[in-house]
């Protein structure tokens, strides 16, 4: 009976001084899943998550004070992937399902520049004077550029469905 | 190792072949209206040289290839009047709209004058694949890749052996059955400008053993010729898928991601062969193929040649009709062919088929649960396991998939053919397969918004910079300016106080001595 | 006309309820066989296994929210089918019923019904009862056709399933294979035994006693010949199996032909040819490719040649096939087909050029 009781003892309080050696031993120092979740995201420091930039949105969600639904440009994909690595059930019901890609209405455009100098990734082209066309590769649809425009001619649309970008949908369960 | 003249897997489908050979290559009218997709090839959009309005005259290019990359340039069928050029409905099972060039015909047919002449077999290898491009030939098999473009870059590798490409191993189609009929010599001597251009040792075609006539046709052909030779080969699909093809008749595999040069083939489908004929000896770029009518409900299953543009619907009226309402409208053959969810769609240049098929031909669309027989396993050609890819895609779990070899799938759809559960295999590798390719693009444009984000950031922080310099540089001039100013006020000061002083020392003394 | 489908457009016209059919109609010369040499118990055996199988399987669909109409697909009537096959042909009828509910419910729905089990219904059913009922389970019945006199007609047969009349211990015995084992046991060499208990010929055409449609060793080969030739199984799974087995029983048998029984002997006693054919081909429990099948008929060849000369239980396919059927994940994991232009090892094939 005393050496049952003192053999676990010496077995639990070694197993408790290696696992706690361990713990020591194989630290990890920083938190890696920052970097990772900022690599996830557009990486065009828009700010309309209300943060400065995707570093710090980044921060933000890793710490808990940001949903994953906060970035307009990433979508539903984005927000589904943020909660899947961070582990977190997020609400999708209000994100649209597809990004949105900005889209100027020509016939109002009077080619004031404005959008043109906001936009993060100088996706629109165009001259003072002349009509601003939106290069949709470019496009991250933050709508940074809806806010600017004094015509209220740029719209945010769901991107055009085409030979280029369809696909087969998942054939309808067995 | 492996035998030649086989192939692993595939599946010994029902032909149906016959029902469409009885009658000779009937030559179709000019239709009312032509629709030309502008991308009617594997690759880019040829840019259209023509406006809606413009007259165009058979031969005519009305939309080209510029650029190096992958495209075809496109021409007129026939002589007629642009009416458009936009959006029309595509040959495609999504029925999206596709840009394309809409043409009225005249009716007049009339040609271009014919400028070249001589003998196309004493051009340079570059010549040829020169003039292959200005004809806008593809690939007639049904990859519809440039053909051009494969002769340039057969001409800088080592190509052994020109395998023409005459198995048509796909149910009901009988186009390059009936073209080898008919057009044995045409189509060798295509092969033969092909050989030149690419620099091959020899040509071998090869042709599935259930086409006597074609075979016996095409050896008459090549009877001349020493480097020419036919092959027959077994009847099992997909025998004329090319890798396949290459292992049967070089009994060697093409490596994975390579490309058929690296066991020192090229393969071309007949009618591409007879394509290049046409367009270096009778100057013709391409403007019709031959199309399969067949089906239990086409009245009068035959093969037609049809104007590139011609419309479904206009040809299957003008060609005998339907005898009954089809359960499925395919372009291309039942294995590979995609379904077409309306008739007003045009005749592109891939298309090697229509078949109109009754509910008794075609597979049912209820599947029930998979239950691991294995059948799929054994039809698949390329080794794969697509009971497995399929339940990762089931699943969503595309990166399983591809584990399996979902990006070695050539989709040929054996292993939907076998099984006895009707699972739609082949729709799941599609499936997995856009879902794969959207990700691409995401990632893709993930990055580039990314770097095009970083280029504005560090352009906006150049001129930031370059105007902070400027104001400093301004700035430390305004000082400076104000500096010499300063000093020059310091000196007069001192000069000034010197004098003052000067004239203290002068009064004083003035004083003393009046004193 | 409009719904979005994919290619192919073609289909060879196979499907589950024919494929399930097919080996339904190989199984019938074995089993009409079976239900002449043992008369109207083993008739209404039959009967409940096919009716259980079907009743539980329609309920199982019905409890998922399912298509009923699935239970007409042929393999729950298969499942019935197999398990009455491996009943001793005068068992109760509650050995028939408790084995088959357990096959098609546990064996076969808990796990997401068909295609998703594991382990093979008819044998965790045959292997659940034995170890549940050992006694049921090894009363093996003489061999009484249905024409013969000592057979009991239709009004007898039913007391003897109900279990109201108990069978008299002189019409039963032991199986060669029981019969072997229990002599090693008491130091009579193999030989011996075999002389009191077996002969090859009976064995082959199956005029002996065992289980419902295990005897006769001809009939079950003609009913896989059949199957390979309809290619609903292909050859490497009975192939390997048997090969396995006769190889490794002609090794230890030459060795010590008094401890061990030779090949045939192996090969025509118990479950062993319903087994390479019809129970360790069974598709959903078995691996998908070639060289796994090869390697999962070799593995059950072996585990029986083991338990039988080795084990406590004289019969050993049960066990080995169940054993088989846990690793075969595995084995489709490792023995995957090689790839169109890749080496074995999964790497692009090197051609020699650049």
């Not at chain 1, 609400?91 to 004031?112: F, N, Q, R």
Request: with cysteine; net charge negative; proline share 6%.
């Amino acid at each position: 009976m005393v050496t049952a009781v003192a053999v676990l003892t010496l077995l639990g309080l070694a197993l408790g001084l290696l696992l706690g050696y361990a713990d020591k031993v194989f630290a990890v120092e920083e938190n890696p899943i920052v970097k990772e979740i900022e690599s996830m995201l557009p990486g065009t420091h828009c700010g309309q998550c209300g943060f400065p930039g995707c570093s710090g949105a980044a921060e933000a969600m890793v710490a808990g004070d940001a949903a994953v639904t906060c970035c307009p440009p990433g979508g539903r994909a984005l927000a589904q992937a943020l909660a899947e690595k961070l582990g977190v059930d997020a609400d999708l019901s209000g994100m649209s399902s597809e990004p949105m890609l900005a889209k100027i209405e020509e016939s109002l455009c009077t080619g004031c520049c404005r959008c043109y100098r906001v936009c993060p990734t100088d996706a629109i082209m165009g001259a003072n004077k002349q009509i601003h066309v939106v290069f949709a590769d470019a496009c991250t649809g933050c709508g940074k550029c809806v806010d600017a425009c004094p015509e209220d001619c740029i719209a945010m649309q769901p991107e055009q469905e085409s030979l280029d970008n369809w696909h087969w949908p998942k054939p309808a369960a067995a | 190792m492996f035998g030649k003249l086989k192939i692993r897997g595939g599946v010994h489908a029902e032909e149906r072949k016959e029902q469409s050979t009885g009658l000779p290559i009937h030559v179709l009218g000019i239709p009312p209206v032509l629709k030309l997709p502008l991308r009617q090839h594997a690759g880019r959009a040829a840019d259209p040289v023509v406006k809606a309005g413009d007259y165009v005259l058979k031969g005519q290019l009305i939309a080209t290839s510029t650029g190096a990359d992958v495209c075809a340039s496109l021409h007129a069928p026939t002589s007629g009047t642009v009416t458009a050029v936009g959006p029309v409905t595509a040959p495609h099972p999504s029925s999206l709209t596709t840009d394309a060039i809409t043409i009225e015909p005249d009716g007049l047919d009339k040609g271009l004058e014919s400028l070249e002449s001589g003998d196309p077999m004493q051009l340079s290898p570059a010549e040829i694949a020169d003039r292959v491009d200005q004809a806008g030939i593809v690939g007639l098999g049904g990859a519809t890749f440039p053909a051009a473009l494969k002769l340039k870059s057969g001409a800088r590798q080592k190509i052994d052996t020109l395998i023409l490409n005459g198995s048509e191993c796909e149910p009901y189609l009988t186009c390059d059955d009936m073209l080898m009929r008919e057009r044995a010599f045409g189509i060798i001597s295509g092969a033969r400008l092909i050989q030149r251009a690419i620099g091959a040792r020899r040509i071998v075609a090869g042709i599935e053993d259930n086409k006597p006539d074609a075979i016996e046709a095409m050896k008459a052909a090549a009877a001349g010729f020493a480097d020419v030779s036919v092959q027959v080969i077994p009847a099992r699909y997909p025998m004329g898928s090319a890798k396949q093809l290459i292992h049967a008749i070089m009994g060697r595999e093409v490596p994975a991601g390579g490309r058929s040069s690296e066991v020192g083939a090229l393969v071309h489908n007949v009618a591409t062969a007879f394509a290049v004929h046409q367009a270096l000896y009778d100057n013709r770029p391409l403007l019709s193929r031959i199309v399969t009518l067949s089906g239990q409900c086409i009245d009068t299953p035959r093969n037609v040649e049809v104007l590139l543009g011609t419309p479904v619907s206009w040809l299957l009226q003008h060609s005998g009709g339907l005898k009954e309402t089809p359960a499925r409208i395919v372009m291309g053959g039942p294995m590979m062919g995609q379904i077409l969810r309306t008739q007003d769609v045009p005749i592109t240049k891939g298309a090697s088929g229509i078949l109109a098929l009754a509910e008794p031909e075609i597979s049912k669309t209820e599947s029930s649960p998979c239950i691991r027989c294995g059948s799929c396993v054994n039809a698949c050609p390329m080794g794969l396991v697509p009971l497995e890819m399929a339940r990762h895609a089931n699943a969503e779990d595309f990166e399983g998939a591809s584990e399996f070899g979902l990006s070695d799938c050539i989709l040929c759809g054996s292993c939907a053919y076998v099984c006895p559960s009707h699972i739609p295999l082949v729709h799941y590798f599609q499936f997995a397969k856009g879902e794969l390719s959207a990700k691409r693009e995401q990632t893709r444009r993930g990055e580039l918004t990314k770097s095009l984000s970083e280029a504005r950031n560090a352009r906006l922080e150049k001129e930031a910079a370059e105007k902070a310099a400027a104001k400093a540089a301004k700035a430390a001039k305004a000082q400076a300016a104000k500096e010499a100013r300063e000093k020059a006020k310091a000196e007069k000061a001192a000069q000034q106080e010197k004098e003052q002083a000067a004239q203290e020392v002068k009064a004083q003394a003035n004083e003393e001595s009046g004193a | 006309m409009n719904q979005l489908v994919s290619s192919p457009h073609a289909h060879n016209r196979s499907s589950v309820q024919h494929t399930m059919l097919l080996v339904c109609a190989a199984l019938l010369p074995a089993t009409l066989y079976g239900l002449y040499l043992f008369g109207w118990p083993a008739i209404n055996l039959f009967v409940l296994c096919l009716a259980t199988a079907i009743g539980s399987e329609a309920a199982c669909l019905k409890l998922a929210g399912r298509s009923t109409q699935s239970c007409w697909d042929g393999s729950a009537l298969l499942t019935g089918w197999l398990i009455a096959m491996t009943l001793p042909p005068w068992a109760p009828w509650w050995i028939a019923v408790v084995g088959t509910l357990f096959a098609v419910v546990i064996g076969k729905h808990l796990y997401g019904g068909l295609g998703q089990n594991l382990f093979n219904p008819a044998m965790l059913a045959r292997v659940g009862l034995l170890i549940s009922f050992p006694v049921e389970m090894t009363t093996w019945i003489d061999v009484t056709p249905i024409t013969s006199a000592a057979a009991p007609g239709f009004i007898d047969s039913l007391a003897i399933t109900a279990g109201i009349t108990p069978i008299p211990d002189a019409v039963t015995g032991a199986t060669a294979l029981g019969h072997v084992k229990t002599a090693l046991t008491m130091d009579v060499t193999v030989p011996d035994a075999m002389a009191e208990s077996y002969s090859a010929g009976s064995a082959f055409f199956g005029n002996i006693r065992g289980s419902l449609g295990e005897t006769s060793a001809l009939l079950l080969l003609l009913g896989g010949l059949f199957l390979l030739y309809k290619r609903v199984i292909s050859w490497h799974i009975p192939v390997s199996m048997l090969g396995t087995l006769m190889v490794l029983s002609l090794i230890f048998s030459l060795a010590n032909p008094d401890r061990f029984e030779p090949p045939l002997f192996h090969l025509l006693t118990g479950a062993m040819m319903l087994g390479a054919f019809f129970i360790a081909t069974d598709m959903v429990t078995s691996p998908t490719t070639s060289t796994g099948q090869l390697v999962f008929g070799a593995g059950i060849g072996a585990v029986a040649f083991i338990i039988r000369s080795w084990g406590s239980f004289p019969e050993a396919i049960g066990f080995a096939v169940l054993f088989m059927n846990a690793i075969t994940p595995i084995i489709d994991r490792y023995f995957r087909p090689r790839i169109y232009g890749y080496t074995l090892t999964g790497k692009p094939i090197n051609t020699g050029k650049e």
